[in-house]
Structures are given as C-alpha cells and as structure tokens.
C-alpha cells in the first residue's frame, strides 16, 4: 500500500524537462574534458561549423565543433585521424543525444609538443625575450637583406618575388639552411651567427612554408629563440601561415603572418617610393624655381646697383659736378669781383677824402674856423671871468677880515700857540697875544682876565 502511494506521488518529468536537466547535470559535472580518439562521419555544411563522431574500439561519442573554434585548428581534421579533443559534455535537447562540444583539436603526437612548446614559451617570457623594449626597429630602406631559409622551398621563392616585386635595387644574401628536422636547429642557429658576424646585411629574413607543429618544431627550439635574441641585426619571422605561432615569432623583432609578408615588411614599395620622389622632385623643382626666380630678381638688382656704381656713370656724374662746380665757380667769381669793384670804389673815395692835400684844406678850413670860434670864445671868457673875478673882489672885500678891522675891530692870537682867541678864558695871566688892528698890530702880555658873567 505504501509502496503504491509513494509511485503515485512522484513527480512526472516531460521529455523536454529530463533532457534539460540532464544537459544542466552534465554542463556542471563535466565542464572541460580532453578525450582522445578517431575522427569519423565527418562532416562539413556550409555554416562553417563540423560534426563528427568520436570513438575508440569500444565505443563511440558525438562531437559538434562550431566555426569560430574550427577556424582557430592549425590543421584541416579528417575521417581516420587520430586526435585529442577539448571538449564541454552535453546533452542535444531536441533529440536527447548526449554530445562533445569541441574547444580545441589537436592532432596525436602533437600534445606533447605543444605542451613543450607553452614551457618554453613562458621561461623565456620570464626572461624577457619577449619584450618589446629589445625589439630593434626595421630599417626603412636596407641596404642588403639576409634570407634564412631553404634554398629548394617554396618560402625562398615566394621571399625573392616579392622582394624583386617591391624593391628590386636592394640585394639579397641567401643563408641556405634546412628548416626541418634535427640538424635544423643547429643550421638556423650558425646561419644566425654567420649573418651577425659577416655584417653583410642591415636586416634578416627567417622564412618557412606552412606544416605541422612538428615541421615548423626547428623554430620552436630554445638554441635558436636565444640566436635570433642575441642577433645585431633586426629578425622578421615570416614562418608558416597566418595561423601558426613560433617561439621564433615571440623572440624576434617583428613578427610577419608568412614569408611574403615578411619580405613585405622588409623593404618598402618601389612605386610608392617613386610616387613619392616624384612628389620631392616637384616640390624641389617648384622650391629651386622660387629660389632661381628670387636669385633672378636680386641679381637683376644687383647689376642696376653696379650700373649705377660703374665707374662710367661716376665719371658722368662727376663730370656733371664739375660742370655744376665750375658755373658756380665763376658765378662765385663774378660775385667777388663785383663785391671788391664796389669795395674799390668805396675804399677809393674814402682815399680821395683822405688825401693830404685835401686833409691839409679842410683842416686849414677848420683851423681858421677854430681860431675864430676860440677867439670868441676867449673874449666871452675873459669877460665872463673878468665879472666875476669883482664879483669875487667884492664878496671878498665884504667878508675880509680886515674890513671887520677897519670898523675897529682887532684880531687877537696866542703867540705861542697861534690860535685865534675869542674868550678870556683861553688865555692866563701872563701869556702874550698878538693883536692885529686895521692898520699895524701889536703884541702885549695879559696883567688880568675878567671873566663876563
């Protein structure tokens, strides 16, 4: 009874919900596996994606590899190849068929080397042979190219059309060596060091077809990722397609997709150089016809200075001056001799004024003149001086001292002193005094002195 209960309430799944819960149980446990096996029922649509069926000697799975993943695979899967596969497991809703869906092929017997190729790849990415601060820059226009490669491949040739194509002035230096095999890393890495040493050339082309990782392995090997590291001379890797990836790619200084388009980047292209010249020749021809038009111009310049400093046209203009200078030589003349004619003429009559007969005249003219003119004068002199002189009489004879003597008056004096007395009291008893009367004088000696009072 129980039994029966507990079938009855168990939940009921559709088709669509077991599928998806099946894909979800498988995505979640199984998220990345790497399965080995045979590729068969391959097929390849339109779409660009490849279906397949995986399988072993027991059993077989279904694989769904989609474009964007097929386009990344270094070789071209087909039924009977032995491969490994990257896969996520999964279940086909619409059909519920349990499925791979591929990441990642890769061929039996390259899983190992692949995985030495990724242990190389990081110790010298460690190192620093990857960085791009050692990478030395190519030389626009080299003036010789070294070609590492096969001499019998089709690398060489593809290298040496492009370059005759492009630039064929430049020459080129083949380094023959073989490109695959065991001795080819030890070629590879001597044709290095020869091309180094000789100096020869300013850039190195290291060229090889397309293959298996295990045919391009020679590039892959350390020996020769530390000559193309340790080279002067700037490396481009032109090695394999598009698609494939050296350690010979990594080390050196630029990377090319294939050996054409390494000799591509080795040199430049002859007729974008010649555009180019041609653009150059016209801009120095238009500049040199600027600078012969402006040299022209200074020239024509320069000889009309010169015309002008020639010593003709100096002798002309001189020659002119001289004529200048000589008519104002003469007009200066007339001039000077008209201005000493009229100084003559002054100076003469000057001279004829001062002649001495005439001098002798005028001055007996003046001399007679003068002795009138003094003689009146002497007259009006003498009279003018006779009056005053009694005038002077007069006014003397009124002032005199000997009239005031003649109304009876006397002068009287010290005698020792000849002083003028006029009071008693300059004189002492017994000093003598002159007296002076209107008519003789008289000395007498003082007896006795009144003093008024």
Known sequence: MNKD?????????????????????????????????????????????????????????????????????????????????????????????????VDELEEIGDGALRRAFEALK??????????????????????????????????????????????????????????????????????????????????IILARGGG??????????????????????????????????????????????????????????????QTMF??????LQQQLSRQLAQKQ?????????????????KLVRNAQRVDEMELRMVRAIGRLINHHKSSLAVQSAKLNQQLPSNRVNTLKMRLAHSDQRLSAALSVKLERLTQRLIQAGQNLHAYSPLATLSRGYALVTEIKTGKVISSSTQLNEGDRIHTRLAEGSLISEVKQLSVKT
């Open 5 to 101: 209960t507990t079938d009855f309430d168990q939940e009921i799944l559709t088709v669509s919900q077991l599928n998806s819960e099946s894909k979800r149980l498988l995505n979640e446990h199984f998220l990345s596996v790497r399965v080995e096996g045979e590729i068969s029922n391959l097929t390849t649509p339109s779409s660009g994606h490849i279906y397949f069926t995986l399988k072993d000697s027991q059993a077989q799975v279904r694989c769904a590899m989609f474009r964007s993943q097929h386009r990344r695979t270094h070789f071209k899967p087909g039924n009977g190849m032995q491969v490994i596969a990257r896969a996520q497991v999964t279940l086909y809703e619409p059909r519920g068929d349990y499925q791979l869906v």
């Open 122 to 203: 990081f110790k010298l990415g460690q190192e620093g042979l990857f960085d791009t601060r050692y990478k030395k820059s190519i030389p626009l226009l080299p003036s010789t190219i070294g070609v590492i490669t096969s001499p019998t491949g089709a690398a060489i040739r593809d290298v040496l059309t492009v370059l005759k194509r492009r630039f064929r002035a430049v020459p080129v230096v083949i380094y023959p060596t073989a490109v695959q095999g065991d001795n080819a890393k030890y070629e590879i890495t001597k044709a290095l060091n020869t091309a180094a040493a000789g100096g020869d050339c300013d850039v």
């Open 212 to 273: 298996s990782l295990e045919d391009l392995w020679a590039f892959n090997e350390e020996i020769v990722a530390r000559a193309i590291f340790a080279c002067p001379i700037p490396v481009i890797s032109g090695i394999g397609h598009e698609i494939d990836f050296t350690i010979a790619d990594f080390v050196s200084d630029l990377r090319a997709a294939t050996p054409s388009a390494a000799a591509e980047h080795a040199v430049p292209d002859q007729r974008e150089w």
């Open 278 to 283: 041609q653009s150059y020749a016209l801009k």
């Open 297 to 313: 111009q200074k020239m024509e310049w320069l000889v009309k200075r010169l015309e002008q400093q020639h010593p003709g046209q």
